[in-house]
């Protein structure tokens, strides 16, 4: 049993979060007191400049010193605005063997999660030409099998 330094309660140990940096290896406050705590903090700093500027600094030179975590922070951003996994960003790579769900070339650094507009759903994973090209067409195949029709008449030209 231990007492929490902030609401005072006599908690479990396990009420706590582990912290190698105290002499007993948990946080001085409980979990609710410290989910408090992270709230206040956060409404806190929220508009101050001098905080918003020394955190984007530090994360900025964070990701800088390392570029592993900086790919891993990436890519779970770009598949949270989809509403994806990594199990199924994973899935979408191996089933299109690593190439670009539109023109067949391998997928580089620089692919984009292809989507409807109007239902949200991921298509797939295509390369960023690709991705361009069907969005300057608006998602349109008629207007797609025109561009292919005016191509092919002035192939040889």
């Not at 231990?2 to 309660?9: D, M």
């Not at 007993?24 to 508009?47: D, I, S, V």
């Not at 530090?58 to 990436?74: E, M, T």
Request: proline share 4%; with cysteine; hydrophobic share 30%.
């Amino acid at each position: 049993m231990k007492t929490c330094n902030r609401c005072k309660v006599e908690k479990s140990e396990t009420e706590f979060y582990k912290n190698c940096a105290t002499p007993h290896g948990l946080t001085y406050a409980c979990k609710p007191c410290c989910a408090e705590l992270r709230r206040e903090n956060r409404h806190r700093h929220a508009n101050d400049p001098v905080h918003k500027k020394s955190r984007a600094e530090w994360k900025k030179d964070y990701l800088r010193r390392n570029p592993d975590r900086a790919a891993v922070y990436r890519l779970r951003a770009r598949l949270k605005l989809y509403g994806l996994t990594e199990a199924q960003y994973t899935t979408f790579r191996l089933d299109q063997k690593n190439l670009c769900a539109c023109c067949q070339r391998p997928l580089d650094d620089k692919w984009v999660v292809e989507h409807s507009h109007k239902s949200g759903k991921v298509r797939g994973l295509v390369c960023v030409k690709c991705n361009n090209g069907i969005g300057m067409f608006e998602d349109n195949p008629a207007l797609l099998r025109l561009a292919i029709q005016y191509l092919e008449k002035h192939q040889d030209e």
